[in-house]
């Protein structure tokens, strides 16, 4: 039976944050790794049960955008992170899980910026306990409101949007 599109997206995105935290730990070629897991761990044909039925052209495009768009990308995470927590400071995970969040808000607009950081955030709890999913939530949030002015409509104190 197939999955639902949401839920075969976030099977994609798992996928393409597993596939990131592969490149970063072998220094593989990003080609080859994806093209791994599109013919033997996503879509109709994978054995990774826990990855579930992926959108696999969903995939590749995240996966491959975020490998090729890394220098712009990390320069973005970077810019709003602490100082005195830079990127390569980060857990390898973590820094894919952001990759792959940026990429899809600066490349990927036909999904709205709140799914990608609630996806992302959602991600980000499977492997961690309550810091670091507080950093991915800031981070995408912030870069988010760079990304997509505007989208995120700013929210006045009796919980209502602001006037736009």
């Known amino acids: 039976m197939t999955e639902p599109q949401g839920r075969?997206?976030?099977?994609a995105r798992l996928?393409?944050?597993q596939a990131l935290y592969q490149?970063?730990?072998?220094?593989a070629e990003p080609r080859h790794v994806i093209a791994e897991f599109m013919a033997h761990r996503i879509g109709?044909?994978?054995t990774d049960k826990e990855l579930g039925e992926a959108d696999a052209e969903f995939f590749n495009d995240v996966a491959s955008g975020a490998s090729a768009h890394e220098t712009e990308i990390d320069r973005a995470i970077s810019s709003a992170l602490?100082?005195?927590w830079p990127l390569n400071r980060l857990e390898s995970v973590l820094r894919a899980i952001l990759r792959c969040g940026v990429f899809e808000l600066g490349?990927?607009?036909?999904?709205?910026a709140e799914i990608v950081i609630n996806e992302y955030l959602d991600i980000a709890h499977a492997f961690f306990g309550a810091k670091e999913p507080g950093l991915v939530n800031a981070v995408l949030d912030r870069?988010?409101?760079?990304?997509r002015a505007g989208e995120l409509g700013e929210k006045r104190s009796g919980g209502e949007p602001a006037p736009r």
Request: proline letters at 10%; charged letters at 30%; aromatic letters at 0%.
């Open 23 to 27: 490149i970063e730990m072998t220094q």
């Open 82 to 84: 602490n100082p005195e």
């Open 15 to 17: 996928a393409a944050v």
């Open 8 to 11: 075969r997206r976030t099977s």
């Open 44 to 46: 109709e044909n994978g």
């Open 143 to 147: 870069l988010a409101r760079q990304l």
């Open 107 to 112: 490349h990927r607009p036909d999904v709205p």
